[in-house]
């Protein structure tokens, strides 16, 4: 057999030529202290903030502290297996979560990773958890309503898409049940829900998981849980990780609906995690970023332009009070980052006053935009003699003589009341809603006792769905009352009433 030895030669020097040694360079530092979820590495001199590290065993971190000599990193997960001495890679990249439709009907970790044992969730991409606000030209005003359901709050704070809406209130006071039922009351309006369960107990995310499904509200909803029982990392990048979730589809041009719960569960987990960081302390210990840690996560709900899709975000964040004070560190930071707070008030609540609203403290900067014509028409002089009404209760104490006006207001107050009550998981629609409101501001239950007032809305409600069913159809489709309207609404108001049975 013959060989070339030129052609061999030429071949060597040909693949010589072509070879390029090339190496993957990575960055390894060494963790010097660990311990309550918090790791300090030495190295790593090109690492980024918020930057994710890769322990020895596995564990992942989130760069928070940059010093000179070394780098300070919360753990996502447990520190059991983390010790002095192991090595630490940079990864390059920041915490991401997997988005997109697979996670509908499903509840996951901050992470994004299936905590329901309903297998993997099948997903395209996914997206960076920390990202920059939508800025002042891609967005639009908000005027399009979103329904709650809730009479209180459509008529005397109406809440728009794309709104930042507070709900503050004491413990038991009913924040978390009236989130669920604006979350039930988005069936059938194309609305994306995302709840995000911060700092809570498990039995009482199971719960509200069993509540939504059995409403068959997790169709169109993700719960993102980050229990009492995680690790104050979780629960400070939860918020972040829903609202990654939700940009998703805000961004192609749909509406989504997030509740942060709560608020004041995520200002404890990172004054945690800045204290165990040695970050400075400020006002009751929390650290100078606390108002930025909300302002950037809340900023991200938007009202998008036209021109970006015109898909909206609406973020209901959760404030939790002690004895009914407002005028706390983190419920004054939130509020003065919102569109608008809805109130709770404890006394309220114990007087059998539910939903709890106090229109005195609550108000919404969006105001009659974010209502339909049919809405705006009633709600403004409802709020005005609920107003007129609570000034005057306080007066009736004294036992004075009143005339007559006095006592048509006081009464008709009282109406109001008993005609905002509402049971809890029981959303009510928008025309059933403007149907009640105009027999109340018409003054068409003046002749009805209080007592027999929400059984007098129940039986009419029904009556004009069995008999004028449309009635509900035409104010559902074209949002206003006409002149027509008002006289076959007048016309069952007549025929119920000629029943008899409540005068």
Known sequence: MFFNPDGIGAGIKKQIEEFAAGADVIEVGAVTQA????????????????????????TRAIALNLDSGSIGAVLMGSDAQVKEGDLVRATGRVAEVPVGDGLLGRVVNALGQPIDGKGEIPYTATRKIERVAPGVIERQEIGRPLQTGIKAIDVLVPIGRGQRALIIGDRQTGKTALCIDTIINQKDKDVLCIYVAIGQKASTVARIVRTLGETGAMAYTTVVAATASDSASLQYIAPYAGCAIGEEWMEAGR?????????????????????????????????????YLHSRLLERAACLSDERGGGS?????????????????ISTNVISITDGQIYLETELFNDG???????????????????????????????????????????????????????????????????????????????????????????????????????????????????????????????????????????????FKGQGSYL
């Open 255 to 291: 509406d989504v609906l997030i509740v942060y719960d709560d608020l004041s569960k995520h200002a404890v987990a990172y004054r945690a995690l800045s204290l165990l960081l040695r970050r400075p302390p400020g006002r009751e210990a929390y650290p100078g970023d606390v108002f």
């Open 353 to 495: 006053i539910r939903p709890a609203v106090n229109p005195g403290f609550s108000v919404s900067r969006v105001g009659g935009a974010a209502q339909i014509k049919a809405m705006k028409r009633i709600a403004g002089p409802l709020r005005i003699e609920l107003a007129q009404y609570r000034e005057l209760a306080a007066f009736v104490q004294f036992g004075s003589d009143l005339s007559q006006d006095t006592l048509d207001r006081l009464r008709q107050g009282e109406r109001i009341v008993e005609i905002l009550k509402q049971p809890q998981y029981r959303p009510m629609p928008v025309e059933q809603q403007v149907l009640i409101l105009y027999l109340l501001t018409n003054r068409h239950l003046a002749d009805v006792p209080v007592k027999q007032v929400r059984k007098f809305q129940h039986d009419f409600l029904a009556f004009v769905g069995e008999y004028h069913e449309g009635i509900t159809a035409e104010i559902k489709e074209k949002q206003l009352i006409s002149e027509e309207m008002e006289e076959k609404i007048k016309g069952a108001i007549q025929a």
């Open 313 to 329: 975000m609406t973020a209901l964040p959760v404030i939790e009070t002690l004895e009914g004070d407002i005028s706390a560190y």
């Open 35 to 58: 311990g309550d979820g918090i790791v300090r590495v030495s190295g790593l001199p090109g690492v980024m903030s918020g930057e994710l590290l890769e322990m020895e065993c596995g």
